[in-house]
């Protein structure tokens, strides 16, 4: 069985402790059984392994959030880049097109597609191998929708034909508003949980009738012109060959898409460093800066704090700051990479100074910048350096330079604290040449 993870989002609705990098599902909000703290794509991963052992999973993300996704899962993990956001269907689209041409998976493989953001316990994910058999004995296309448990507009509807527990599929809607949903909950449409199984080759004919491509790598370099449109929204206005089927389950949805959503569905109302006094009434802090917030006799508020920005916000008012967060200017300023983290301290006209960790047993990519100049001062652990071929062992209190045009990286023989200090009229994440190491 083939797993695709749909690992997207733009960071803008749980701003600020998201980005353009860091989208909700790598927030780490929760802690696993050992105590650790665990992101949603860290959960629905081990979840899903530890059901199916032997599934193999690829990771559908944007092309920016690559470098998190291996930070948090592993350098081993498949990850099917996406080149644009283009919504659900060109995303499934190319993974599956990724797992025929560069993964050479058998057109007969049936893949289950699953979304990172959800909140679920672990029994849930025993769907994925009932959609599994449904499309082996059915031989169509299988979706998961779950019982309606209170009226919730932000989850779009699925209307099955009859209330079996597999039964035909009549139609989607999209997310709407109150009056609507609950209309529709009480004529016994489901929530869509953003599940769907199919066998690999009839989905990769049915795309290729709508899209037009003749392979992986076509359908990679024209992927910035396709339409966004979701995987729902097509199998609701195109002919399919196949039947839709739509397995009911009776779980409550969670996929924690709203500040309030995760304030209730966390289990603690401080994540980070916070304090809350006894006057305060539902009042939940999430912080990761490292500097203290304190909330006294506040009520039903989220405060949330990271190095992008400080937000504080009514409970029902904090559903969706998209709009809000569309006029906040400013670059990104922390994300995890494939080896480590970084976050930006000051960031000046000409100057930028940023903490960056790097893991053990990992390295930067070689590269070199032709606007700016840099420097790296390390704080704590030992490594080694390369600056122009040049190899040198590095340990706290050492201070490498790098001028502009010159070709570096570091490798962490154990974790690396370092400051790095750039200088230049240009600074942009932009300006950066990667170099294959000799």
């Known amino acids: 069985m083939q797993i695709i993870l749909l690992s997207g989002g733009s960071g803008k609705k749980l701003w600020p402790l998201t980005n353009d990098i860091q989208a909700k599902q790598f927030i780490p909000l929760f802690k696993d059984s050992s105590g650790f703290s665990e992101t949603m794509i860290q959960r629905i991963y081990r979840q899903i392994t530890t059901l199916y052992p032997k599934a193999d999973i690829t990771v559908a993300t944007f092309r920016s959030q690559t470098s998190v996704v291996r930070n948090q899962l592993g350098e081993e993990v498949h990850i099917s880049v996406e080149p644009a956001r283009k919504s659900t269907f060109p995303a499934t689209v190319l993974a599956s097109q990724y797992l025929k041409n560069i993964r050479k998976i058998d057109e007969n493989e049936t893949v289950v597609v699953c979304p990172v953001d959800l909140y679920m316990e672990d029994v849930f994910f025993q769907h994925v191998s009932e959609l599994s058999g449904i499309v082996e004995d059915r031989d169509g296309i299988a979706i998961l929708g779950t019982e309606a448990h209170g009226v919730r507009p932000e989850y779009g509807c699925i209307i099955p034909e009859d209330s079996s527990l597999v039964s035909r599929l009549r139609s989607f809607t999209v997310s709407a508003g109150r009056e609507s949903t609950e209309k529709l909950v009480s004529g ?9 199984a199919f066998k690999l080759g009839k989905f990769l004919g049915f795309a290729n009738r709508i899209l037009d491509y003749r392979d992986y790598d076509e359908l990679f370099s024209t992927y910035d012109s396709l339409p966004a449109c979701s995987l729902e929204q097509i199998l609701t206005e195109q002919k399919l060959d196949s039947p839709v089927y739509v397995l009911r389950g009776n779980e409550e949805l969670n996929d924690l898409g709203t500040w309030e959503a995760i ?11 916070g304090y809350v006094s006894d006057s305060c009434e539902s009042v939940n802090v999430i912080n990761n800066t490292g500097i203290p917030v304190l909330a006294v006799g506040l009520k039903n508020l989220v405060i949330s704090a990271s190095q992008q920005g400080i937000l504080v916000a ?9 709009p809000y967060v569309e006029h906040i200017r400013g670059g990104i300023m922390f994300a995890q990479k494939s080896w480590g983290s970084f976050h930006v301290l000051d960031a000046g006209e000409d100057s930028m100074t940023i903490k960056l960790r790097v893991l053990a047993g990992h ?8 606007h700016r100049d840099e420097s790296w001062t390390i704080l704590s652990g030992t490594g080694r350096t390369i600056v122009d071929g040049m190899e040198q062992l590095v340990g706290p209190g050492d201070v490498i330079t790098m001028e502009a045009g010159c070709r570096h990286t570091i490798f962490a023989d154990s974790d690396l604290a370092i400051i790095e200090i750039q200088r230049g009229q240009d600074i942009s994440v932009s300006d950066k040449k990667k170099f294959a190491l000799e």
């Open 188 to 196: 016994g449409a489901l929530y869509n949980a953003g599940f769907f």
């Open 263 to 273: 304030s209730s569905g966390t289990g603690s109302n401080i994540i980070g460093d």
């Open 314 to 322: 009514s409970k029902g008012e904090s559903t969706d700051i998209s």
């Open 363 to 370: 390295h930067m990519s070689y590269h070199s910048h032709e």
